[in-house]
């Protein structure tokens, strides 16, 4: 294979240069030129069009003010705002951090991060699950996850569920189903066998091997399309995993912590996972933030050896002020996301009805909502919205379905005016022949 390292030549006259204490305050125009230039062309494009030009200036609960002075509403940001954007209580929880102690030596205890854990395991108890690892990024604790039960069990592979998606680093990406995302690094994945989410006796053929060190699923697949795993499914799956001494893994990235109404999905449904992993929106919405929490016997490598597995910012201060707060505010906004939960809910049964020749279906639970359109039409509709004002997240695995992902926040108003935009989208396509 011949190298260019120069690569396409994307972007061409004079860039504009960024002098020595720029605050970041770019022209929306030499924003563009400098992200086609040192991003990728695709994605700078992508933003363009999205942002008709403009691009985000400041942001609060569910709404993202422009360049230009619009404001667009967010039921998007890829589920990391639950309780909206700058919510007061987690900022001030982040800025008394800061004017205390930002981060830490780490050779000395840290109390804001200890307190986290303790915080964290309360709330998902009655469990096993007493012992907590942080880390930054979804895919952080599914590595965590898969390298301790792959380290405790002495074995290597990994069940994971078709249309499942655990992250992009190569442990993580190795379970993730999209195939489009493993291709040409595929040598490099460790070995898993992709579950049919319809085969209850799966697990029980599976790990009649012996090699299987853990079972990875979410309850509800958030990538793949807000699909429920049927419980049934789970219960006997989660059984026979653990007579086989495999370990249970809920991916509860996405959908735990509030999102789809418990804190955990997986033990509100009955079921003793030996983890559950929790992220996105455990920072508030305003610091990277995310939570593997274990049991004892899952934890075991870094029992004997607590430096068996670390990273520089796991247990950042900063985060884990804002994890404490965010716990707090999701349980006292719990009734008002209820609130939001249900008048999305009949808004959207509303405009599955008046346009069925467009959604195919619309699922969902508590604040994540699935629209399934005709394969040709999603991307279009994608586009019709956030024209008119309403950003939302699509599905990487299931590009048919786009996601809308309210924060705790919404105003009656907000969801009326989301209803709007659908409604104005649907026919939009229609008119333009979307099918
Ligand atoms: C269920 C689930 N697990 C893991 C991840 C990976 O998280 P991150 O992108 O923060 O690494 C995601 C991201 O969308 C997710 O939805």
């Known amino acids: 294979m011949t190298r260019n390292r120069a690569g396409p030549a994307s972007e061409t006259g004079e860039l504009p240069k960024i002098p020595p204490g720029e605050p970041g305050d770019l022209d929306p125009e030499d924003c563009f030129r400098l992200a086609r230039r040192h991003f990728s062309p695709g994605l700078a494009l992508a933003q363009k069009v999205v942002g008709r030009d403009t691009v985000e200036m400041s942001a609060s609960g569910a709404a993202v003010r422009l360049s230009d002075g619009r ?27 800061i004017d205390r102690m930002p981060t830490t030596t780490r050779l ?17 108890q009655p469990s096993s699950l007493t012992r907590v690892w942080l880390g930054l990024n979804g895919s952080d604790v599914v590595e965590a996850a898969l390298k301790l039960a792959r380290a405790q069990t002495g074995r290597c592979r990994v069940l994971a569920v078709e249309g499942g998606f655990h992250g992009k680093t190569l442990g993580a990406l190795a379970a993730t189903w999209s195939p489009q995302y493993r291709v040409g690094v595929e040598y490099l994945l460790g070995p898993v066998t992709h579950l049919r989410p319809d085969d209850p006796a799966a697990v029980r053929r599976e790990v009649a091997a012996g090699d299987v060190a853990a079972l990875l699923f979410e309850p509800v697949q ?33 959908v735990g912590l509030g999102r789809c109404g418990p804190m955990s999905l997986t033990l509100a449904s009955g079921l003793d996972p030996d983890a559950v992993l929790l992220g ?12 593997m929490v274990c049991t004892d016997e899952m934890f075991a490598p870094l029992l004997s050896d607590p430096f068996w597995h670390t990273s520089t910012f796991s247990g950042h201060p900063l985060s884990c002020a804002a994890g404490l707060a965010a716990l707090d505010v999701i349980e006292s906004l719990a009734d008002r996301g209820r609130h939001v939960s249900e008048r999305m809910s009949s808004m959207l049964a509303t405009m599955a009805e008046r346009h069925a020749d467009c959604i195919i279906d619309v699922r969902g639970l508590g604040l994540l909502w699935g629209l399934e359109f005709a394969p040709a039409l999603a991307g279009r509709i994608l586009v019709e919205v956030t024209q008119r004002g309403l950003l939302v997240s699509p599905c ?40």
């Open 71 to 97: 404001v667009m509403l967010d039921f998007g940001s890829y589920g990391v705002t639950l309780v909206g954007h700058r919510h007061n209580e987690v900022a001030r929880a982040v800025q008394q951090q």
């Open 222 to 254: 958030g990538e793949g399309g807000v699909s429920t795993l049927p419980l049934a499914t789970l219960q006997e799956w989660v059984a026979d995993a653990q007579a086989a001494g495999v370990f249970v893994v809920a991916d509860e990235v996405q």
């Open 280 to 291: 996105k929106h455990l920072g508030g919405g305003i610091m990277p933030l995310s939570a």
């Open 396 to 435: 990487l695995g299931r590009p048919e379905v786009l996601r809308l992902l309210p924060p705790m926040v919404t105003s009656d108003a907000q969801v009326d005016d989301s209803a709007r935009i659908l409604d104005e989208a649907c026919q939009a396509s229609r008119n333009t022949g979307g099918r």
């Open 108 to 124: 000395l205890a840290n109390p804001t991060t200890t307190a986290l854990a303790g915080r964290l395991v309360g709330m998902l």
